[in-house]
């Protein structure tokens, strides 16, 4: 399937999410099959539990309101250790003020991450990494165009802050350059897009090879986050170290927190977070069944008459 949409140009966009998802229902029915986990059949967990940081902090028109101080304040008390927010939908110096109060808000100790979804070009996106420099952040997402490698380049040359991206890589060619230029810190592929549990394997063998770190950009249902946890739960630390840190050598996933009926209710389990991290499936396949009466409320049928 994949080699036959990959040779036609058709691995990108809805071919890719649909190869994605037939890739992850085959990895499940095969574990299920067979009584493993994704993980087992990966080649066995190297760690019982991943970490992960919160996604939330979205814009509001307040542009840094109370409200907003208050949900950073709550991933704090709730046990993450790092978290992520915007940036690219203000000014340049409104979200520079943004971030910084959010930073004085998490205090110095936590991971701050700023993600501007392919918001900036080159030259826009050192001048706003410049300037959040002295913020501590961890790494700056998706500053450019996602398939502009020579945009990255320049925006790792020109600001001190890690670049992360690739979270809409379709597959190991798309991802190629990117890893063989370095042309950025952190690979961030997506499951449902990279094309399944198989290719995101491949991307992360060749990531960890140039000893770029994977981190699972992950962002939908609980089938999407089992599979993304059982894939890091295998990764080796990158570089090796004798005691890896989380962040620095071990891997760590993203763990949206807005509210969202298909990830907390369309699967048998809800994964949560302790701590800052969340525990590796070990049940056969993904672990989870599909609650086929939220499957029906949550489904638009189209008919025609």
Known sequence: MFHSLHNDGLTG?????????????LWDLLGKASGKSIAQMLGGSIREQVA????GLYYEA???SSKLMEEAKSYVEAGYKGMKTKVGGQTVLDDV???TALR????PDLYLMVDANKAYNASTAIDIGNRLADLDIHWFEEPVLANDVDGYLEVKAGQPIA???GKVWYNRFEARDFLAKRALDVAQPNVRFVGGITEFRNVASQANTLGIQVNPHVWGSAIMISASISLASTF???PYARLPRIYEQEPVMEFDQTPNPIRNNLASICFEQKDGFVEVPDRPGLGLDIDVTVLDRLCVRHCST
Not at 13 to 25: H, K, N, Q, R, T
Not at 104 to 107: L, P, R, Y
């Open 52 to 55: 992960v940081y919160a996604t």
């Open 104 to 107: 004085e808000a998490i205090g």
């Open 62 to 64: 307040e542009g840094f």
């Open 13 to 25: 966009g809805f071919g890719g999410g649909a190869l994605s998802a037939v890739d992850i229902a």
């Open 236 to 238: 080796p630390p990158c």
């Open 97 to 99: 003020k943004r971030v």
């Open 163 to 165: 670049v992360a991206g």
